[in-house]
């Protein structure tokens, strides 16, 4: 079974932190995505990678970069945390673009910025 | 950007059939989409449809695509206590990423 693993559960930060939220995956997947999950706002796109130290924007990037350094791993930077960046953080991967493949997610890490 | 739109919340009783509707405004739309969300999980795919397809069909599942409204239905049938969770409708434009909607909750009561 493909395993999308996100490395917190929870984490609670001060406004002005920086902040790493790190992914791995171990399937090989050339494609790996950063969403955000807000009540009443479904899932929103803030980056995402179609390989390594490749880097898209998605529709809600300001304020986040990422890092995509080895293909298992993509890391997403709060460079200066927020209150407005609490918010329920998913992370996805696919095996590679031009296909049909299923995202595949991990189970979420819940930010609260204080 | 393009958009995606679903109802919100929808409720039934165990051993009724559930109805999620979807629509969405891409013409360009390659695959359609949805998804599972159970209380603190992420997103599992449930099922997809191509979309030069009308109808899928995947045991309890029935997934209905209208091309001409841009209208994506999901039915439950038999929907039991295990059904309840949050269900995303997204599409794929092209073979890029994925735009979801809001999700709608659905909550099954005995």
């Known amino acids: 079974d493909v395993k999308v693993t996100q490395s917190s559960r929870y984490l609670v930060k001060r406004t002005g932190e920086k902040v790493f939220l790190e992914c791995v995956q171990d399937m090989d997947h050339e494609n790996m995505f950063w969403y955000r999950q807000d009540p009443g706002l479904g899932l929103r796109l803030i980056y995402f990678s179609y390989d390594v130290k490749m880097k898209e924007k998605g529709d809600i990037p300001e304020g986040y970069s990422v890092s995509r350094e080895k293909k298992e791993r993509f890391s997403l930077i709060l460079e200066s945390a927020s209150t407005n960046q609490t918010s329920m953080y998913l992370c996805?991967?696919?095996?590679?673009?031009?296909?049909?493949?299923?995202?595949?997610f991990g189970s979420g890490t819940q930010l609260s910025v204080l | 950007g393009e958009d995606v739109e679903q109802s919100l919340f929808l409720s039934v009783r165990e051993g009724d059939s559930s109805v999620i509707n979807c629509t969405y405004t891409d013409s360009s739309s390659t695959y359609l989409y949805w998804y599972k969300q159970e209380p603190g999980a992420g997103l599992q795919l449930l099922t997809y449809i191509f979309s030069n397809m009308d109808m899928k069909q995947d045991q309890r599942l029935t997934v209905l695509l209208n091309k001409k409204d841009k209208h994506l239905s999901l039915r439950i049938a038999d929907t039991q206590t295990g059904d309840s969770a949050i269900y995303f409708c997204?599409?794929?434009?092209?073979?890029?990423?994925?735009?979801f909607g809001k999700g709608t909750m659905l909550l099954v009561s005995p």
């Open positions: 997204a599409e794929l434009e092209g073979y890029s990423t994925l735009t």
């Open positions: 996805a991967s696919r095996v590679r673009l031009a296909t049909n493949e299923k995202l595949f």
